[in-house]
């Protein structure tokens, strides 16, 4: 049985200065195990050099009558298929694609270690704000934390300070 405890020990957190928010979001499969303190982007992926990639969304058109030179899709159970037409059909609703890019940026900190399947996304459990150690968080091995990185996170409500 214990009589008495030690209350004069203090544990320090290395990586938390002030906790904030904690949320769950899906980390992109096939990345290993991703450690506490690791910065995810805004797709779930240990941060690091950052590839653009392709977003292709719909848009209602607001054409009035056809365009011969564009492409126009109609929508069934959020299926979108091109429509052989050659003028606009009464009571048909059509649609555009829109192409844009994306860069990830970062947006989480990893609350614990996480083991991502090489198959599916799994869940993690990230900060989505608070105040964190830099020297403790963690990128990809041939990434070196930016100021824009810290730009990203200051923006969705992470902040990093030097260790005091």
Same mark, same amino acid.
């Given at each position: #049985? !214990? #009589? ?7 544990? /320090? ?10 949320? @769950? *979001?899906? =980390?992109?499969?096939?990345?290993? &195990? %991703?450690?506490?303190?690791?910065? =995810? ?5 240990? %941060? $690091?050099?950052?590839?653009?990639? !392709? ?5 209602? &058109?607001?054409?009035?009558? /056809? ?6 899709? &109609?929508?069934?159970? @959020?299926? /979108?298929?091109?429509? @052989? *037409?050659?003028?606009?059909?009464? $009571?048909? +609703? ?14 989480? *900190? =990893? ?11 799994? +869940? ?5 704000? $608070? ?13 070196? =934390? ?11 409500? *992470? ?6």
């Amino acid at each position: #049985m !214990l #009589m008495s405890k030690d209350h004069t020990s203090v544990v /320090y957190d290395n990586l938390v200065i002030e906790a904030g928010t904690v949320g @769950s *979001i899906q =980390l992109q499969k096939g990345q290993g &195990t %991703l450690k506490r303190g690791a910065v =995810l982007d805004s797709n779930g992926k240990l %941060l $690091g050099a950052r590839t653009p990639s !392709l977003v292709e969304t719909f848009v209602e &058109t607001k054409d009035e009558t /056809y365009d011969p030179s564009k492409t126009y899709f &109609t929508k069934s159970n @959020s299926t /979108y298929t091109v429509a @052989s *037409i050659s003028e606009f059909a009464d $009571g048909t +609703t059509y649609y555009e694609r829109v192409s844009s890019t994306s860069i990830p940026t970062a947006a989480y *900190i =990893l609350c614990d270690d996480t083991e991502t399947e090489d198959n599916t996304t799994v +869940t993690g459990i990230v900060y989505k704000s $608070g105040t964190f150690v830099k020297n403790s968080i963690i990128v990809a091995s041939n990434y070196e =934390l930016t100021d824009q990185d810290i730009n990203d996170l200051r923006k969705v409500g *992470i902040f990093v300070e030097d260790a005091q």
